[in-house]
């Protein structure tokens, strides 16, 4: 028996048609929970995952999809609100409207997908809701200042919520990734005028000497909405391979 004790419990994931959501959900169901997978892609179906398209900017979209949840399964313990899109530049070179779609996507996002599942996390006795900060919530890097202060409010929003639903049995935490080898910063890298250099200099970067991988940002996860964290609430888990806390001295 895992010592996460997730074999009755429902969990919702955004995002989770590729990267850290999809490796969330894998993880999820590896340890006995039942997982509905929402994205605009999802997953393909298999045993214990139900797939279904989402788009979180969209209000109709996210009730829809929760209110597919219990009929299904007759509950919902855990939401992982996953989902989100990245953007590269400093506080002038995105417009408006790019300003404007990442917060709704990162920020908005989960909001509309907390306040859809709150009334159903209410009725759980081991409710949690695990949200994907970055580390780029507390840390500057060069341009990243949209996509920076999306994730910034993500984490001010963990510790709200954390304090807010203390009361309702909810626990409410949030890992920060650092550089996460996703099909995102694959693209990124292929866009690079030398994609080869370009990723040997973002490996160079790390204090641990590597990229992190999508399934050790999922174990995190699982761990946070899991049982075994019961006692932990309203904490940022950074999972960046040291990135945050000390630097490579340089050759």
Known sequence: MSLLAMNDLVAVVTGAGSGIGLATATALRHEGARVVALDLQPPAAADGLLPLVCDVTDE???AAAVAAVAPRFGRL???INNAGIGAQGAVDENDVAEWQRVFDVNVFGIVRMTRACLPQLRRSPRAAIVNTASIVSWTGLPRRACYGASKGAVYALTLAMAADHAADGIRVNCVCPGTIDTPWVGRLLSAAAD???ARANLVARQPIGRLGTADEVAAAIVYLAS?????????ALQ???GTHS??????
């Open 246 to 251: 000390f630097v490579v001295p340089r050759a």
């Open 60 to 62: 109709a979209s996210v």
């Open 239 to 241: 999972v960046d391979g």
């Open 227 to 235: 049982p075994a964290a019961a006692y932990t609430t309203g904490t």
């Open 195 to 197: 994609p080869a250099a």
């Open 77 to 79: 313990d855990v939401l």
